[in-house]
Nanobody, 123 residues
Framework: QVQVVESGGGVVQAGGSLRLSCTAS????????MGWYRQAPGKQRELIAS???????NYADSVKGRFTTSRGNAKNTVYLQMNSLKPEDTAVYYC?????????????????WGQGTQVPVSS
């Protein structure tokens, strides 16, 4: 069983900064990509940032230049540093982990999600 836990959300004023953390644990053999998604009220969940096991990153145009994702030394942790926040960044932020993990039938590649953390940005 694999657990993915996000932390660091909370209310922030426009122009402010926030750092989200995400840690994966459990029956993980190896982690490939880790990504950050967000879902604003009434909208679909969208990918905003991702990082490969080798450290390559990609960002959605809406956050490029303001958000930075990085992986911790232990490689099972990923961070999202959010600067110059705007009211339109208000959303629930989710961490996604693509990992090779043990299962009841052996092992395989799976996608795991965290429970989400709320980030309201006030104007």
């Amino acid at each position: 069983q694999v657990q993915v836990v996000e932390s660091g959300g909370g209310v922030v004023q426009a122009g402010g900064s926030l750092r989200l953390s995400c840690t994966a644990s459990g029956s993980i053999i190896s982690i490939n990509d880790m990504g950050w998604y967000r879902q604003a009220p009434g909208k679909q969940r969208e990918l905003i940032a991702s990082i490969t096991s080798g450290g390559s990153t990609n960002y959605a145009d809406s956050v490029k230049g303001r958000f930075t994702t990085s992986r911790g030394n232990a490689k099972n942790t990923v961070y999202l540093q959010m600067n110059s926040l705007k009211p339109e960044d208000t959303a629930v932020y989710y961490c996604n982990v693509l990992a090779h993990a043990l299962s009841r039938v052996g092992s395989g590649s799976y996608s795991f999600w965290g429970q989400g953390t709320q980030v309201p940005v006030s104007s």
